[in-house]
């Protein structure tokens, strides 16, 4: 079957799947007038509330105030392809204990997202199933071979599959083997962030959403100022990831991509029994990675494998990029190479979530600032929804002066590289993508 463009009128213009099935929201009313707080956070994502959590966890009696431009999950936290995974993209831990560090930490994540929907009986969409990292070249999957070896050294629980053990997992075709962990998770984030809010209210969080923030002045004092109000505390958290350069910070140093999502309508049961999806998700080893799983019910959602599925605007727009159907299209039909049985299945969902990319596809997690006082996170480049939430932790602890437990790890404080300014940065990102087919960008 030949592509299709996909802008129909049915489909709702960057509206994620994970929307379906949410009850009505009530947003917090916007800043008015003087706030004084203890600590203020710009950000309503996964980063924002995760650090409201754990500082007001370690501190209940501060005030914690937090803004958000628009609303709670508005950004990639409430827009994504919701896998919940292992590892920090792009960080290298030195030594084989170093990298075991880091699989424990976002292992920790994982663990702590779990307990935290259990514990608080949170209404979120939460399953603990697996990924595959699948290889569909043959020596691209003697490289993963080798890794899914070296892994299992640092005592890290992967496993190697072969081609038919792979599609007992998902029947995809063309994959030769896969890795495979069956401790990550997949997740209707917008649930997740929208329960959190309740329960950071109840905990007495000053939240401010429809507040865009207009200016930021630096000093022993922070003040943020937004529209029709200003907030003013002695510690500021930027707990905004790719839309940071647009508060003034890393402008050299991020750059806003913006990553196309799809989702299919519900399968029907004969197609779902054809491609025998018994995974939380998985991903390749194109370098434009592709990546999919599916919804609790039966919703295929899938991700990028081509360079029209990523986008970056002119000078690092973050507003929702322009129609795009030749994005939605080779979506589409990297989708359909790998799983035919969805030639005839509609799309009812498709949008774009912006990517904090930095230039070695390394995040970086520190404080900043003359005084110290302006903590952040940022350059998830794609590994968000388990970093976002292990960032609060990290960065509740940088604002109790407690720094010792993270020196050792390669993103604290780690000086990201620069990039060329504009008009050679949109230059050369659609050059070097066009010309190459690929990403810039290390692919371990």
């Not at 039909?333 to 799983?339: D, K, Q």
């Not at 997690?365 to 292990?390: A, D, P």
């Not at 010792?404 to 050679?424: A, I």
Request: proline residues 6%; glycine residues 12%; contains cysteine.
């Amino acid at each position: 079957m030949g592509l299709v463009h996909i802008s129909t009128p049915d489909l709702d213009e960057n509206r994620s799947v994970w929307t379906d099935r949410q009850p009505p929201y009530t947003p917090q009313a916007a800043l008015s007038g003087p706030v004084q707080a203890d600590i203020v956070i710009i950000g309503g994502g996964l980063t924002g509330l995760s650090t409201a959590w754990h500082v007001l966890e370690r501190f209940p009696d501060r005030k914690v105030a937090l803004v958000e431009g628009r609303t709670i999950g508005n950004g990639a936290s409430g827009r994504n392809g919701g896998m919940v995974l292992n590892w920090i993209y792009g960080i290298d831990g030195g030594s084989p204990e170093g990298n075991k560090a880091i699989y424990d930490l976002t292992r920790s994540g994982i663990d702590f997202i779990e307990a935290l929907i259990r514990d608080e009986r949170m209404p979120v969409r939460f399953s603990r199933d697996g990924h595959m990292e699948v290889f569909t070249r043959n020596h691209t999957a003697e490289e993963g071979h080798r890794w899914v070896e070296q892994r299992a050294s640092w005592g890290v629980p992967v496993r190697w599959l072969n081609a038919d053990e792979a599609r007992s997992k998902i029947q995809l075709e063309g994959v030769v083997g896969a890795l495979y962990e069956a401790d990550t998770a997949r997740i209707n984030s917008l649930d997740f962030v929208r329960a959190w809010r309740e329960l950071l209210l109840k905990r007495g969080l000053l939240l401010y959403e429809h507040s865009p923030v207009l200016k930021i002045e630096e000093g022993r004092n922070v003040v943020v100022t937004t529209a029709k109000g200003e907030i003013r505390a002695p510690a500021l958290v930027l707990a905004t990831n790719a839309y940071t350069p647009k508060l003034g910070y890393f402008r050299g140093q991020i750059a806003p991509i913006h990553s196309y999502v799809v989702a299919t309508e519900v399968l029907p049961p004969e197609v779902r029994d054809q491609i025998g999806w018994n995974i939380g998700g998985f991903s390749d080893d194109y370098d434009r990675i592709a990546y999919g799983t599916i919804t609790r019910d039966g919703r295929v959602v899938f991700g990028g494998g081509a360079n029209q599925s990523y986008a970056y605007l002119y000078g690092g727009g973050t507003a929702h990029p322009p129609e795009r159907p030749a994005a939605y299209d080779g979506i589409l039909a990297h989708l359909r190479r790998y799983l035919p049985a969805l030639a005839n299945t509609r799309l009812e969902h498709r949008w774009a979530g912006p990517v904090a990319l930095t230039l070695d596809r390394s995040p970086s997690i520190g404080v900043r600032g003359e005084h110290k006082n302006v903590y952040y996170s940022v350059g998830y480049c794609g590994h968000g929804i388990t970093l976002g939430t292990v960032a609060g932790r990290i960065l509740a602890d940088l604002y109790a002066d407690h720094h010792e437990p993270w020196r050792s790890f390669p993103f604290y404080n780690r000086r990201l590289p620069w990039m060329p300014g504009e008009p050679f940065r949109f230059l050369g990102y659609h050059a070097y993508t066009t010309l190459t087919g690929r990403s810039p960008r290390r692919y371990r």
